[in-house]
């Protein structure tokens, strides 16, 4: 029959297979992705001011920003589910908050996306060498693939803003930004 004074007994864990080395990487990755997030929303603040005027680009890093919020919270939910302890760190200070042009703020996210994707592949490796199946199979199917597009995609702008330039060729960027946006938020509708 189970004791009555239940209070002294200790809770039961989850904990299985789970590393505390690899728990600790989780927390700096959870930390990394708050840190974009950060990021993000100080270039979605710098081009949503009135004398930069770019509505298209400040909604995209909007959107980015809540996109590694999200990421971050998946790990928060992760560490939860598999027994681990959850810490938090200070979040820095965002290393730009202005920018030259469009260009410069999408080749600062190209870099922000490979150091992110560089921050996962050693988590992933890690978990490898402590055999955590579990884990390496969450980052591939939540977090790998998406890096790679991630820095595709912030390539493809940075690119596509170094051929056309400023002024005009930066407007009608910050136009396809703005369509962009709007047909995702259409599309999370459905």
Do not use: C
């Amino acid at each position: 029959m189970p004791s009555e004074n239940r209070e002294f007994m200790p809770a039961v864990s989850a904990r299985q297979n789970f590393d505390a080395q690899v728990n600790v990487y989780l927390n700096h990755q959870i930390n990394n992705e708050l840190l974009a997030s950060y990021q993000y929303l100080a270039m979605s603040a710098y081009f949503g001011r009135t004398d930069v005027a770019l509505a298209g680009a400040a909604a995209f890093f909007k959107n980015q920003s809540m996109e590694e919020t999200q990421h971050a919270q998946k790990l928060i939910d992760y560490v939860n589910d598999r027994g681990g302890d959850v810490e938090f760190y200070g979040v820095k200070k965002p290393v730009s908050i202005e920018w030259p042009s469009l260009m410069h703020a999408f080749l600062d996210a190209v870099e922000l996306e490979k150091f992110n994707n560089k921050s996962l592949l050693e988590l992933h490796k890690i978990a490898g060498e402590k055999n955590d199946p579990d884990l390496t199979n969450f980052l591939e199917e939540h977090y790998l693939r998406e890096q790679v597009i991630e820095i595709q995609q912030m390539t493809r702008r940075a690119n596509q803003l170094k051929r056309v330039g400023a002024g005009v060729g930066e407007h009608i960027i910050d136009q396809e930004l703005a369509k962009e946006i709007r047909k995702m938020a259409k599309n999370n509708e459905h």
